[in-house]
C-alpha cells in the first residue's frame, strides 16, 4: 500500500504559475505510475497528466497541454505538476494517484490509491 499526501495548492492570479507536489509513503515509489486529477465543483473528475514509472514519458490532457508538466523524483518519493499560464478555468481540487498495473491511463479506475487533494483557485 501507498499514502499520498498532495500540496501546493492556493490562490493564484490568471497567468501566474504554481507547482504541486505529492509525496508518498509505503512501498517503492518506482513501483507505481503516477497521476495528476482534478475535479471541479459539480463536475466529474478529470484526467490531467500522468507519468510512467521511470519518468521517461508523460501523457497530458488536451487542455493542459503547452501549459502543465509533469515529473518525479523517485529518489525522494515524489511527483510534481508545474502549472503555467493558469486559467480560472483551472480551478479544482488536485488529486494525486498511483496505479500498479496500467501505463498511460488516464482513467481513475487505472490508478488504486489516491490522495486526500489540494485546493487550486485561479482568479481573473
Known amino acids: 500500500q501507498v499514502m499520498l499526501a498532495e500540496s501546493g495548492g492556493g490562490l493564484v492570479q490568471a497567468g501566474d504559475s504554481m507547482r504541486l507536489s505529492c509525496a508518498a509513503t509505503?512501498?517503492?515509489?518506482?513501483?507505481?505510475?503516477m497521476a495528476w486529477f482534478r475535479q471541479a465543483l459539480g463536475k466529474e473528475r478529470e484526467f490531467v497528466s500522468t507519468i510512467s514509472r521511470n519518468g521517461r514519458n508523460t501523457w497530458l490532457a488536451d487542455s493542459v497541454k503547452g501549459r502543465f508538466s509533469m515529473s518525479r523524483d523517485n529518489s525522494k518519493n515524489l511527483a510534481y505538476l508545474q502549472m503555467n499560464s493558469l486559467k480560472p478555468e483551472d480551478t479544482a481540487v488536485y488529486y494525486c494517484?498511483?496505479?500498479?498495473?496500467?501505463?498511460?491511463?488516464?482513467?481513475?479506475?487505472?490508478?488504486?490509491?489516491w490522495g486526500q487533494g489540494t485546493q487550486v483557485t485561479v482568479s481573473s
Open positions: 509505503g512501498r517503492p515509489f518506482s513501483n507505481y505510475a
Open positions: 494517484a498511483a496505479g500498479t498495473y496500467y501505463t498511460g491511463g488516464q482513467s481513475p479506475d487505472h490508478y488504486d490509491y
